[in-house]
């Protein structure tokens, strides 16, 4: 493969005498969501607005890359490289969100674009690349298989989905409805609510959340294309959700509960709420967001009938060897700091959250 430069220009260069590989620009957005639109493996997180706006929120710098076959655009991978002194120096498609990874019209359209990464991930001096993809790809590269997502078929009418839940799981939801919960939908209103909840849920995690104005960016951005739902009891919300729709596919991006979820067992009517409304707006399926395997995330989301799709997290590293990153939970680097985190005043988690979760893809 030859060499590239890197910088802030369209680049291109050529991969095997067959495809010219290029990083897109701001004019290659129409052609760009034009074809991830009419390919399988297209979806939200793959639309080319998600470059910039990265960019202006967590200042990661998108390299948006485009496979060419005599002068037909056949694939494209979004990149964003994300730096800091916390967590290195990571090239990844995609972060903050659940995939990205390839959209080709051909596994060697695929393979090329994996190549131009990894010429990218050397040329960026990355300590390494990470493929989010729902597909395995055609390259022979480390894996991690410890993520999947949750998918509900739909039907038209609602029913028909809630007629197919164990006689068990709709006693589980009825049961939710009798403590009084109510479920509203909608845009940019409701996301004072959206983000209160969400602070004092990722807070309990031990997770630091991305600042407010993130997810007004992205609400700005695709305005027609995402929707907050907030289950309150007595007027207090206690569960959120935030969606993206693509095509006729419903993508579950973030939820969060408050201290009272549990109890209310919130998350049984917000669920049901967001699979209606999904039916009634004629979308074929839901993807319930990502879990990570065997857990009880997974367990929740299979008593709604959801199927397992596997995710591959594919890695390479410049400096060479296969260990996997270790960006993690289960890393024992950093357990301490998330039990630390815990216990902080929502004060502080406000203040220094945001500066940390834009350094973790």
Request: with cysteine.
């Amino acid at each position: 493969m030859s060499e590239v430069e890197i910088g802030g220009q369209a680049i291109s260069w050529t991969v095997a005498s067959r495809f010219t590989l290029q990083i897109c620009t701001h004019s290659d957005r129409a052609r760009w969501n034009e074809f991830v639109a009419t390919q399988r493996s297209g979806s939200f997180y793959h639309k080319f607005e998600w470059g910039p706006l990265n960019r202006a929120e967590l200042g990661g710098q998108p390299y948006y890359l485009a496979a060419f076959e005599e002068g037909n655009l056949v694939g494209v991978l979004p990149l964003t490289f994300v730096s800091s002194r916390l967590f290195g120096r990571i090239l990844c498609s995609m972060p903050y969100v659940n995939y990205g990874g390839p959209c080709a019209l051909s596994a060697e359209a695929a393979g090329a674009l994996v190549d131009g990464a990894i010429t990218l991930a050397d040329g960026l001096k990355s300590d390494y690349l990470e493929l989010r993809c729902r597909e395995p790809i055609p390259r022979s590269l480390p894996v991690s298989l410890d993520k999947i997502s949750m998918t509900l078929e739909l039907e038209p009418d609602p029913e028909r989905v809630w007629s197919k839940f164990s006689s068990k799981h709709r006693t589980s939801i009825r049961r939710a409805e009798k403590n009084g919960l109510t479920v509203r939908s909608g845009g940019r209103e409701l996301l004072p609510e959206f983000y209160s909840t969400m602070e004092l849920s990722w807070r309990a995690l031990g997770t630091p959340l991305y600042r407010r104005a993130y997810f007004e960016r992205i609400m700005a951005t695709f305005p027609d294309e995402t929707r907050i739902f907030v289950a309150s009891a007595g007027g207090e919300p206690v569960g959120v959700a935030f969606n993206g729709y693509f095509g006729d596919t419903v993508e579950g991006m973030w939820a969060g509960g408050g201290p009272r979820a549990r109890e209310l067992q919130v998350n049984y009517v917000l669920y049901w709420e967001m699979i209606r409304d999904a039916c009634e707006r004629g979308y074929r399926r839901y993807h319930l967001g990502r879990s990570t395997a065997d857990s009880g995330a997974e367990d929740f989301k299979k008593k709604w009938n959801a199927a397992k799709e596997q995710l591959h997290w594919f890695y390479y590293r410049p400096s060479g060897g296969s260990e996997l990153p270790a960006l993690n939970v289960r890393n024992a680097r950093f357990r301490a700091a998330i039990s630390a985190w815990r216990r902080l005043p929502l004060w502080a988690t406000r203040a220094i959250g945001p500066h940390i979760a834009r350094a973790i893809p």
